[in-house]
């Protein structure tokens, strides 16, 4: 009998930046439900309280809420619902799935896409929808141009908290088998 070759793990394909960026605006819709959901049982548990405290409270409400589904989408299966819906997954080397530290730590990192925007929008006063709109798109492109420069093409919160995005295979069809 002829000795067989173990099989060869397969390529790991990274996603394109065009399917990555598509991931994050459905993300985004997805997040905006999650949130709305929120905001009303804060709304329930504060009786719709407007002292200063509960509105700074909503905002804390609000980041701890987006955390905790990111990090535990990651840490349970590897993807959101977005990233699910499109065949995309967070790994992390060597580990099965992805451990809380590097989950959070690549959600804190995560914020590059929209904290030096948001900074620069506060140090020079900006306020109008267009204004914060348009230093939003300049650094979100900016952020996704940190892919070219990478190797592997990973975006840099990607590269710097150990963490890559892969393309998963389409699944095969399901196909009937024979009735009995």
Same mark, same amino acid.
């Given at each position: #009998?002829? *000795?067989?070759?173990?099989?060869?793990? *397969?390529a790991v394909?990274?996603p394109t930046?065009?399917r990555r960026?598509?991931? #994050?605006?459905y993300?985004?819709?997805l997040?905006f439900?999650v949130?709305m959901? !929120?905001i009303? =049982?804060?709304?329930l548990?504060?009786l719709?309280?407007? /002292?200063?405290?509960a509105r700074? @409270? #909503?905002k804390l409400w609000?980041?701890l =809420?987006? *955390?905790?589904?990111?990090?535990?989408c990651w840490i349970?299966s @590897? /993807?959101?619902l977005? #990233?699910k819906?499109?065949?995309?997954k967070?790994?992390?080397? @060597?580990? /099965?799935k992805?451990p809380?530290?590097?989950?959070?730590?690549?959600?804190l990192?995560?914020?590059?896409?929209? !904290?030096?925007?948001?900074?620069?929008?506060?140090?020079f006063?900006?306020?109008?929808k267009a204004?914060?709109g348009?230093a939003?798109a300049?650094?979100?492109?900016?952020w996704?141009m940190? !892919?070219?420069?990478?190797k592997d093409?990973q975006f840099l /919160?990607?590269r710097?908290a150990?963490?890559?995005l =892969?393309?998963?295979?389409k699944a095969a069809?399901i196909r009937? @088998?024979?009735?009995p």
């Open positions: #009998m002829p *000795a067989t070759e173990p099989s060869k793990p *397969a394909v990274t930046i065009l960026v598509t991931v #994050m605006l993300e985004a819709l997040l439900a949130e959901l !929120a009303a =049982v804060y709304m548990a504060t719709n309280s407007q /002292h200063p405290l700074d @409270g #909503m609000l980041l =809420v987006t *955390a905790a589904y990111f990090m535990w349970d @590897g /993807h959101t977005a #990233m819906t499109w065949r995309i967070v790994v992390r080397l @060597g580990y /099965h992805l809380i530290r590097t989950a959070a730590l690549r959600f990192l995560a914020w590059g896409w929209f !904290a030096p925007a948001l900074l620069v929008c506060w140090a006063g900006l306020h109008g204004q914060i348009m939003l300049v650094g979100i492109v900016a996704a940190t !892919a070219l420069l990478d093409r /919160h990607d710097l150990g963490t890559r =892969v393309a998963l295979p069809p009937p @088998g024979p009735s």
